[in-house]
C-alpha cells in the first residue's frame, strides 16, 4: 500500500501528450491548442464605423458654434452604405454618407456622427456639433494586427478564443488529442437500470456515473461492457478494449476475494503494474497498470466497485491523467484552504476524502462534512462540492481546523 501523494505522482509521470490532430472550431470547445496561432488578418480588416451614423470630414464641421439650428453645419447626403457594402468614391468637402455598424468607413471620412447626433432635412444632414477626428471609427488591426499571436500553445480553447480564431479566419485548429476511453464493468450481481431487481441483484449505477464523468471530462467513449466475475471473459473483455481505447477503466474487482480477477487479467495481457492499493478511504484496492504497444501508450485503472469510490477515484486519478495527456498544463484538482464547520474523527493511517459542501464567508472558505460517506452511499453527493483532505496521521480534528480541499468537477 502506497501513500496518495506516491500514487497520484505515478499516474502523472506516465501520463505522456497523445499527439496532434486538426479539428474544425465546432469540435474545438474545451480543446487545447497544439501550438502557437498567428493571425493572417488585420481585425478589423478595414477601417469601419462603430455606430449607425454618418461619415464625415471632421474639418467640416468646425463652424459648428452649439449655438442652434442656425449654425448647424448641413451636409450633402450623397449614399448609403449598409455594412457589407463599399463606397468606392471618395468624400468631398461638404459631403456625407450614411454608413451603418460595421460598415466600411469612405475614403476622406474622418469620423462618424451618430444618428441621433444629426437632423436628416431631405438630402441635406445638419450636423449639431464640432466633431473630432477619428470619433467613433475603428481602426484596421485595432483588435488584432496580422501576425499577432492570437492563441498560445497549451491555452484551452473556450468560446471567446473560438470567437477570436472565426474573426481571424480560420475554421479549424491544431489540437492535442484527447484519449478514446474504453470502460468495463465487472460484477455478476448487477443488473440494469429499467429492468426488475431480482434477489441478490443490485443496480448498475457505474455504468452511468463514468459515461457522465466521461462526458464531463470530453474524452470519447468508444465501448462500454459489462462481464461476468471470470478470467477468461475479463482477458477477452480487456484484449478488445486495447484495441480500440488509449484508457481502460475498469470498476470492481480489484479487492482481495475470490472473483477479483482483474489484476491477474490485466497481468494476463502483459500490462504493468504501477501500483495496487492506495493508503486513502475510500478507493484503497485501487489497481494502475500500463502497457506500452509499440509507440502506443494504454493506461489502465482499476477502480473499486462501489460507486463513492468510482467518483472519487475518478476525480483524483482519472480526470488529472486525461487533461495531461490531452494537452493540458494545470491537471490537478482545483485546491483552496477551508475551515472546517464541525469536528472530523477518523482511524490513522489513511488519508480520508471527506465530501463537504462550501461556503465563502467574508473571504474565508467554510467546509461543512456531509452525512453519508461510505463509499457505497450515494446521496451525500447532490450536495458534494469538495473532497476536504483528512491526513493519513490524523485521527481528531477540532472545528475550524483548517485542511485543503479538492473542488470537484462533476
Request: proline share 6%.
Amino acid at each position: 500500500m502506497i501513500p496518495y501523494e506516491q500514487a497520484r505522482k505515478l499516474v502523472i509521470e506516465k501520463a505522456a501528450v497523445l499527439g496532434q490532430e486538426a479539428v474544425t472550431l465546432d469540435e474545438a470547445l474545451g480543446r487545447v491548442a497544439a501550438r502557437d496561432i498567428r493571425s493572417k488578418i488585420n481585425v478589423p480588416p478595414f477601417r469601419n464605423s462603430a455606430m449607425d451614423g454618418y461619415a464625415i470630414r471632421s474639418e467640416d464641421t468646425k463652424r459648428d458654434t452649439g449655438k442652434g439650428v442656425a449654425n448647424y453645419i448641413s451636409l450633402k447626403l450623397v449614399a448609403a452604405q449598409p455594412a457589407g457594402d463599399y463606397f468606392r468614391k471618395k468624400i468631398r468637402s461638404g459631403e456625407t454618407v450614411k454608413v451603418m455598424t460595421g460598415a466600411p468607413v469612405p475614403a476622406g471620412a474622418e469620423a462618424v456622427v451618430p444618428l441621433e447626433e444629426v437632423e436628416q432635412r431631405g438630402g441635406q444632414v445638419l450636423v449639431k456639433r464640432q466633431i473630432k477626428p477619428g470619433e467613433n471609427i475603428r481602426e484596421a488591426g485595432e483588435d488584432v494586427k496580422k501576425g499577432e499571436i492570437i492563441i498560445r500553445q497549451r491555452s484551452v480553447l473556450k468560446t471567446p478564443e473560438l470567437g477570436l480564431l472565426a474573426a481571424c479566419g480560420f475554421n479549424q485548429v491544431s489540437v492535442y488529442r484527447r484519449p478514446a476511453v474504453a470502460v468495463i464493468i465487472t460484477g455478476n450481481e448487477l443488473c440494469e437500470p429499467g429492468e426488475r431487481l431480482q434477489p441478490g441483484k443490485i443496480y448498475n449505477s457505474n455504468a452511468v456515473i463514468l459515461k457522465a464523468l466521461l462526458k464531463s471530462s470530453g474524452v470519447e467513449l468508444v465501448s462500454l461492457e459489462k462481464v461476468e466475475d471470470s478470467l477468461k471473459s475479463l482477458i477477452s473483455a480487456l484484449k478488445r478494449a486495447v484495441k480500440k481505447a488509449e484508457l481502460i477503466i475498469t470498476t470492481g474487482g480489484v479487492s482481495v476475494g475470490d472473483y477479483d480477477l482483474v489484476k491477474e487479467a490485466l497481468e494476463k495481457i502483459s500490462a504493468r503494474k504501477i501500483f495496487w492499493q492506495v493508503a486513502q478511504k475510500p478507493a484503497k484496492p485501487l489497481a494502475f497498470y500500463f502497457l506500452r504497444q509499440g509507440q502506443k501508450p494504454r493506461w489502465f485503472f482499476g477502480l473499486p466497485g462501489n460507486p463513492g469510490a468510482v467518483m472519487i477515484a475518478f476525480e483524483e486519478y482519472v480526470r488529472p491523467l486525461i487533461k495531461k495527456v490531452s494537452g493540458h498544463e494545470n491537471f490537478w484538482p482545483v485546491e483552496i484552504e477551508a475551515s472546517l464547520t464541525g469536528p472530523v474523527k477518523k482511524k490513522g493511517g489513511r488519508l480520508n476524502f471527506l465530501r463537504v459542501n462550501l461556503e465563502n464567508k467574508n473571504g474565508e472558505w467554510l467546509a461543512r462534512p456531509l452525512g453519508k460517506q461510505e463509499s457505497g452511499m450515494m446521496t451525500s453527493f447532490r450536495m458534494t462540492r469538495g473532497l476536504a483532505l483528512i491526513p493519513a496521521e490524523a485521527e481528531f480534528l477540532p472545528e475550524g481546523t483548517k485542511v485543503k480541499v479538492h473542488l470537484v468537477e462533476w
